[in-house]
T-cell receptor, first 116, second 115 residues
Framework: AQKVTQAQTEISVVEKEDVTLDCVYE???????LFWYKQPPSGELVFLIR??????QNEISGRYSWNFQKSTSSFNFTITASQVVDSAVYFC?????????????FGKGTRLSVIA | EADIYQTPRYLVIGTGKKITLECSQT?????MYWYQQDPGMELHLIHY???????EKGDLSSESTVSRIRTEHFPLTLESARPSHTSQYLC??????????????FGSGTQLSVL
C-alpha cells in the first residue's frame, strides 16, 4: 500500500532563513510519481512539482529545490532565503502508475510560518 | 491553468438539512475528486470519478453521495447534514495523462459549518 509521511507538522522560521520540508514515502510499485503542493491561506492547493521514479535528478526552480533519493524513499523540499509569502501548508503526494486506478495519496502536510 | 469552480465558498446550515456542494471545471478533464480537509490539515479522499457515469468511494467513510452526469460537473450531496460534517471540502480535477502522472487542479474549496 502506498503511504506518504511528513513528520514535521509545523515549522517556523525567520525570513531569509533556509528551510527543508521532509517527505518519506512507501510504495511497492517501481513506477510512481511524487508531487509537492502548496496551500496558502486562501485555501486552494497549488501544484509545485512532479517527479517520476526514474528521474532522480534534483531540481531547482528559483528559491525552491527538491532532493529525490530513492535509496531513502525521500523527496525533500527546500526553500532558500524564505519569504513571508512562503507561509503556507505544504503537501507531499504519491501516485502509483502500475497499481490500477488509484488516486493521489497525500501526506498530512507541513505548516510553514515565515516570520518577518 | 485549469479553471475549476466551487460554490458556495462558505455555507452555514442547520442539522438535518440536505445540501449540495457544486464543482465545475471547464477544461474537459475526465478525472474529478472530492477531498475533505480536517482542521489538522489532513486531506481525505471521499469520492472520485474517472468519467461520466463513473463514481467511486474514497478512503474516508462518508455519508455523502456524488454524481457525474456531465464531464464538467461533479456535485457532492449530503442528504442530512450533521455537525460532524463541518469541514473544508475541496474539489479537484486532472487531465487524461497516463496513470500516476496526473497533475491535480484544485478549486478554492467550500467551508461547511453545520450547527
Amino acid at each position: 500500500a502506498q503511504k506518504v509521511t511528513q513528520a514535521q507538522t509545523e515549522i517556523s522560521v525567520v525570513e531569509k532563513e533556509d528551510v527543508t520540508l521532509d517527505c518519506v514515502y512507501e510504495t511497492r510499485d517501481t513506477t510512481y510519481y511524487l508531487f509537492w503542493y502548496k496551500q496558502p491561506p486562501s485555501g486552494e492547493l497549488v501544484f509545485l512539482i512532479r517527479r517520476n521514479s526514474f528521474d532522480e535528478q534534483n531540481e531547482i526552480s528559483g528559491r525552491y529545490s527538491w532532493n529525490f533519493q530513492k535509496s531513502t524513499s525521500s523527496f525533500n523540499f527546500t526553500i532558500t532565503a524564505s519569504q513571508v509569502v512562503d507561509s503556507a501548508v505544504y503537501f507531499c503526494a504519491l501516485s502509483e502508475a502500475l497499481s490500477g486506478n488509484t488516486p493521489l495519496v497525500f501526506g498530512k502536510g507541513t505548516r510553514l510560518s515565515v516570520i518577518a | 491553468e485549469a479553471d475549476i469552480y466551487q460554490t458556495p465558498r462558505y455555507l452555514v446550515i442547520g442539522t438535518g438539512k440536505k445540501i449540495t456542494l457544486e464543482c465545475s471545471q471547464t477544461m474537459g478533464h475526465d478525472k474529478m475528486y472530492w477531498y475533505q480537509q480536517d482542521p489538522g490539515m489532513e486531506l481525505h479522499l471521499i469520492h472520485y470519478s474517472y468519467g461520466v457515469n463513473s463514481t467511486e468511494k474514497g478512503d474516508l467513510s462518508s455519508e455523502s453521495t456524488v454524481s457525474r452526469i456531465r464531464t464538467e460537473h461533479f456535485p457532492l450531496t449530503l442528504e442530512s447534514a450533521r455537525p460532524s460534517h463541518t469541514s473544508q471540502y475541496l474539489c479537484a480535477s486532472s487531465p487524461p495523462l497516463p496513470w500516476g502522472n496526473e497533475k491535480l487542479f484544485f478549486g478554492s474549496g467550500t467551508q461547511l459549518s453545520v450547527l
